[in-house]
């Protein structure tokens, strides 16, 4: 019988911004919330995709490389639609 393996993993800095920021929303129930929050978010010239998870109320927001969002900017667009932000987190 063999013995177990260790596998070690390399992994690269994670640290750098890679263009995803996921946005907790508090408020955020039905499509129709986000909706209105995609639409926001869509008029951002460098923002590539936004995909929603009503679940677990989070906006996951995909830029151009190299391109953020400030959080202050984030935080005036989920108050425009008419919801809050719990929390910001960049990956
Ligand atoms: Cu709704």
Same mark, same amino acid.
């Given at each position: 019988?063999? +013995?177990?393996?260790? #596998?070690?993993?390399?992994? &690269?800095? /994670?640290?750098?911004?890679?263009?995803? @920021?996921?946005?907790?929303?508090?408020?955020?129930?039905?499509?129709?919330?986000?909706?209105?929050?995609?639409?926001?978010?869509? +008029?951002?010239?460098? #923002?590539?995709?936004?995909? &929603?998870? /009503?679940?677990?109320?989070?906006?996951? @927001?995909?830029?151009?490389?190299?391109?953020?969002?400030?959080?202050?900017?984030?935080?005036?667009?989920?108050?425009?639609?008419?919801?809050?932000?719990?929390?910001?987190?960049?990956?």
């Amino acid at each position: 019988m063999k +013995k177990a393996v260790l #596998v070690l993993l390399c992994f &690269v800095s /994670l640290s750098a911004f890679a263009g995803e @920021i996921n946005v907790k929303v508090s408020g955020m129930v039905c499509s129709m919330c986000a909706q209105g929050i995609k639409k926001k978010f869509s +008029k951002i010239e460098f #923002v590539k995709d936004i995909n &929603v998870n /009503l679940d677990d109320k989070i906006v996951i @927001i995909k830029t151009e490389e190299g391109r953020d969002i400030s959080d202050q900017q984030i935080n005036d667009l989920i108050k425009e639609a008419g919801y809050n932000v719990a929390n910001i987190e960049r990956k």
